[in-house]
């Protein structure tokens, strides 16, 4: 059975950073990109980040690009989130997903919510 | 981006025949996608490459469309059915539609 938990979320000031980690289970983790996508509060969805197989290439939208780096680590099948300069446009649920080459994200984890306030 | 563009609500009563639509600004062939998502809850996977259903969903689930114009079809709606569905492109940078809340008379 697959299974993503993350872990990292809280509460954090402006302007301050935080690390979020995803582990993964049930399936061969250094054969899949991995995603990082949030949710806003009562808002709708949006992608985060990708990351390749090998870690060697990663992708970002530009509301983020500059400011939050996804890598990987296939030995502990674990994919993080360093979230730096953070506002309070960063508020969200962030969940860590996989998907199935191009089909859809079938497996999410739970999510860890981030709350950017003074 | 690919923006995806999604009514925002709807409202149908048991039994009853619903579609959702979803419109994307330029092409993404069948690279299509459909979530459900309940209060609380992360994102399901319905229905991946526009219409094929993902296995364990109820076969009431059904979607089509290529190129620009999608739809979802729930057919037909049950009272559990009450959430909040989302499309989703694969065919760029993921992007998301902006959800369609459905609820039951």
């Known amino acids: 059975e697959v299974q993503l938990v993350e872990t990292g979320g809280g509460l954090v000031q402006p302007g301050r950073s935080l690390k979020l980690s995803c582990v993964a289970s049930g399936f061969t983790f250094s054969s899949y990109w991995m995603y990082w996508i949030r949710q806003a509060p009562g808002k709708g969805l949006e992608w985060v980040s990708s990351i390749n197989t090998d870690g060697g290439s990663t992708y970002y939208p530009d509301s983020v690009k500059g400011r939050f780096t996804i890598s990987r680590d296939n030995a502990e099948n674990t994919v993080y989130l360093q979230m730096n300069s953070l506002r309070s446009e960063d508020t969200a649920t962030y969940y860590c997903a996989k998907d199935r080459a191009g089909s859809g994200f079938a497996y999410w984890g739970q999510g860890t919510l981030v709350t950017v306030s003074s | 981006d690919t923006v995806l563009t999604q009514s925002p609500a709807l409202a149908v009563s048991p039994g009853e025949r619903v579609t959702i639509s979803c419109r994307a600004s330029?092409?993404?062939?069948?690279?299509m996608h459909w979530y459900q998502q309940k209060p609380g809850q992360q994102p399901k996977l319905l229905i991946y490459g526009a219409s094929n259903l993902e296995s364990g969903v109820p076969a009431r689930f059904s979607g089509s469309g290529s190129g620009t114009d999608f739809t979802l079809t729930i057919d037909p709606v049950e009272a559990d059915d009450t959430a909040t569905y989302f499309c989703?492109?694969?065919?760029?940078?993921?992007?998301f539609g902006g959800g369609t809340k459905l609820e039951l008379k």
């Open positions: 330029e092409s993404v062939s069948t690279g």
């Open positions: 989703q492109q694969s065919w760029n940078d993921p992007t």
